[in-house]
């Protein structure tokens, strides 16, 4: 089993659709949890970090992170053409958070219709 | 400010040839990251450098790979010997102090082809 877990897709959505993408992980251990977004032949670029368990809001994005399931979410509200990218979960490989070197996930590739 | 810095952004190479990825980080980031990125998947850890120390190289796949980061700014990742398994994205992240709350922040990446 890998330590991160995330269904590669595609997703598709219409314009204005909730975006529900998902993350699971093994290591208990684990305490900050990211969000990255990556445009195609780009970096990927930080979107919502959370550090222990509960939720965070930024515009339209909310993260949430449930450590008892090891699962984490991120919701895009009304979504927009420009939000077609793909997302990584990531965590930092260290235990407790004290090195910052991450584990993504395989990201998950969105695109929004207009 | 400037961001991450990746050359060059493109590198064909031949196999068992000899080649080096260079990574310009933010200025005053201590951290440095070297990633692997394949198509269809996440980045992959590869090394981590705090300062001029590498801190963490547990991800280097093999002898082949060796990085490089000797004033503690710019970093050179070099591989010898590519095979075509070699080819990937690889992508170069800088943060301020490398702890496990920083973001890293990751440049646009260097695509290199093996043939």
């Known amino acids: 089993q890998k330590e991160v877990e995330q269904d590669p897709g595609p997703l598709s959505v219409p314009e204005g659709a909730i975006v529900s993408l998902n993350c699971t992980y093994s290591n208990s251990a684990f305490q900050y949890f990211m969000w990255y977004r990556q445009y195609s032949r780009k970096g990927p670029e930080l979107l919502m970090y959370t550090y222990s368990s509960g939720n965070k809001e930024d515009g339209r994005f909310t993260a949430q992170v449930d450590k008892s399931s090891k699962y984490i979410s991120l919701f895009i509200r009304d979504s927009q053409p420009s939000d077609s990218a793909t997302y990584l979960c990531?965590?930092?490989?260290?235990?407790?958070?004290?090195?910052?070197?991450?584990?993504f996930g395989k990201g998950t590739k969105l695109s929004v219709k207009p | 400010g400037a961001g991450v810095s990746q050359t060059p952004s493109n590198k064909v190479t031949e196999k068992g040839k000899y080649v080096e990825l260079r990574c310009d980080p933010i200025?005053?980031?201590?951290?440095l990251y070297w990633y692997r990125q394949s198509l269809g998947q996440g980045p992959e850890f590869l090394i981590y450098f705090q300062g001029t120390g590498a801190a963490d190289d547990s991800g280097l796949p093999n002898d082949r790979f060796f990085a490089v980061r000797p004033e503690g700014s710019v970093s050179t990742l070099k591989i010898q010997r590519t095979e075509r398994g070699d080819s990937a994205v690889y992508l170069c992240?800088?943060?301020?102090?490398?702890?496990?709350?920083?973001?890293?922040?990751f440049g646009p990446g260097t695509r290199l082809t093996v043939l």
């Open positions: 200025s005053g980031h201590t951290a």
């Open positions: 992240a800088s943060s301020l102090k490398g702890l496990g709350g920083d973001t890293q922040y």
């Open positions: 990531a965590m930092p490989g260290a235990p407790g958070g004290s090195q910052g070197n991450l584990i």
